[in-house]
Structures are given as C-alpha cells and as structure tokens.
C-alpha cells in the first residue's frame, strides 16, 4: 500500500535536501486523499492555509529570443505570432508597477527573453529593481543566464527573487532544449543563491513527459543546495507554432500530485501555481490550493500568454474564503 511505502513525514524536521528519487515515487504513488491530506498537513504547520501569496508578471522586453526551449512562444525560430520588441522604459515599467500594486500585488516580476542580459541591459534593469523596491512592492527578475559578477550587480539594486526554472527533468530535458544545458541552469542558480537573491525556480507539466518525469523535476528541485523559495509550478500552455503544442492536453489530477509532492518535498518554499491558470477550472485551481499551492500571479499580463482576469481572481477567492497575504513591507 502506498501509506507504508512513503513513511509519515515529521512536520517539525529542518526541510531536507537529500531526498532519494524512492522517496518522491513513492509520495506520487500515495492514494490521492492520503497525498493531499499529507500535503495540506505540512502546509499548514507552516503556512496559513487561508493566504495566496499574489504576484503580477510583465513582460519588459518580449520575444525574438535566440533559445529553442520547445513550450515558449518567445522563441525566435518559432512562428507563434509574437513580435519581438525592445526593452521597456524604466518609466513604464513603473507605472506598470504602480498599477499592480493597486491591484493587489505584493511582488513585481519582470520576464525579459534574452538568453543572457547584456551589461548595458542590466544597467536598466537595475534602475527598474530600484523603483520597483521604492512603491514597497518585492522585486523579482527572470533575464536567462547569469554571470556570478552580474547576481551581483542586482543584488546590489536590491532584488529580492530570481526566476531561473529547471522546466523539467533531467532525463527529458534534451527533448526541450538544445540551447543550454541543466548544468548551465545550475550554475546560474548557484551565482544566484552565492549573491543573497532569493531563488524562484520551478518547472512545467504537460509537454509531452512522463509521470517518472515529474518524480526526476521534483526530486532535482528538492535536492539543490537549498530548496527555492519559490516554485513555480507550470501547466502548459500550448501556443500553436511551439514544438511542445503537440503533445496530450495536461491531466489535471497529475497536476496537483505535482503540487502535493512539491508541498511535502520543500515544506517551507512557496509553491506556485503558475502558467496555466486560464484554463484550468475554478475547481481544479481549488484542489491545488488544497495541495498546499500558496502563490499566483495575478492580471493579465503573464508573459505572453493570457492569464485570468483580476474579478474573476477576486471571485474565486470570494468563493473560496481566502485572502491575499499580506505585503510584506505593510503599506
Ligand atoms: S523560455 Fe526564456 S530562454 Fe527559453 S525561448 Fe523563451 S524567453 Fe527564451
């Protein structure tokens, strides 16, 4: 039976980094009531299970990208219908900020497709950390590769996250980008944690990878050095033109296992529900939380792919009984 198979978490333990592969099968494999009431049990020992942490995501500069990563509409080789575009103003950017803030928002994203952010770039971005930090609102950043000299400089800035995600398993890996390798995606995780950023890095279910696939992602994310702070957890969304639109469409009870095991292996991260959202049912979206889901992004604006609108958010947390978490700085 699955229950002795995955022995009962302690859930006052320091969070481990030494999972075995076993171990997360094993909670996968748990009957699903016995895997969500687990899920929701560690949850709660550190979390109020009532709160949403809520994140707005803006695309500063948008397509043209020169990486091949299978799922991404911003990927130049792709014709997906996105024109490429250049890098924002600080000055918009802001009054994007501002509006999010209205709107809810406790952390400001800032996605650009760029396999790596030139110096001069990065001297615009750090103005944007600046302001960003100034409306009170956490900063977060994702730019592609990053040297140690440049975590660095954003650090320098005041950047609070780092998105940089794993996408998927190790093993399927190859099947979704021939451009960087994982060693690659580790190292610029490790320039990020030896910085002092918060590290945001999670992956995508749906492109076409088995379920042993989600045990080797949960499993790589949950053995890094130190468990993300945040983990984003990605339903695909397939945008015609992509390689990864092909596959099957996501199985929605795969995907809040994705999200239990996720809360149980990194019980003090925050997991986030992620791409996807639009069209996944209030009720799909209601089990994820269950599953110890503690982070969305919120409005329109997620990357280039639509997200649901900011009542229809409001609703469904009404319906819910639950309550965006508080700003971190008060205001
Ligand atoms: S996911 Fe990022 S790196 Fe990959 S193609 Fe899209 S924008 Fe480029």
Known sequence: MGVMNAPAPD?????????????????????????????????????????????????????GCPEDCAYCPQAAQYDTGVRAGKLMDVDAVLADAKRAREAGATRFCMGAAWRSPKDKDL???????????????????????????????????????????????????????????????????????????HVCCGGIVGMGESAEDHVGMIHALATLPAHPESVPINALVQVEGTPAAQGQALDGIEFVRTIAVARIAMPRSMVRLSAGRETMSAETQALCFLAGANSIFYGEKLLTTPNPAVDSDRALFARLGMRPMDAPTGH
């Not at 969070?15 to 494999?29: V, Y």
């Not at 929701?40 to 299970?49: A, C, E, G, N």
């Not at 950390?129 to 650090?155: H, I, P, W």
């Not at 190859?174 to 580790?186: A, E, G, K, N, V």
């Open 123 to 197: 001297d615009a971005v750090c103005e944007m950390v600046k302001g960003v930090k100034a409306l009170g609102l956490e900063s977060c950043v994702t730019l592609g590769m990053l040297t140690g000299a440049q975590a660095g400089r954003l650090k320098d800035a005041g950047l609070d996250y780092y998105n940089h995600n794993l996408d998927t398993s190790p093993d399927y890996y190859p099947h979704i980008i021939s451009t960087r390798t994982y060693q690659d995606r580790l190292d610029t995780l490790a320039h990020v944690r030896d910085a002092g950023i």
């Open 11 to 63: 859930l006052d333990a320091a969070p481990r980094t030494d999972w075995t592969r076993a171990e997360i099968a094993a909670l996968f494999a748990l009957p699903f009531p016995d895997l969500v009431f687990r899920a929701q049990s560690v949850h709660r020992r550190h979390f109020d299970p009532t709160q949403v942490q809520i994140s707005t995501l803006l695309s500063i500069k948008t397509g």
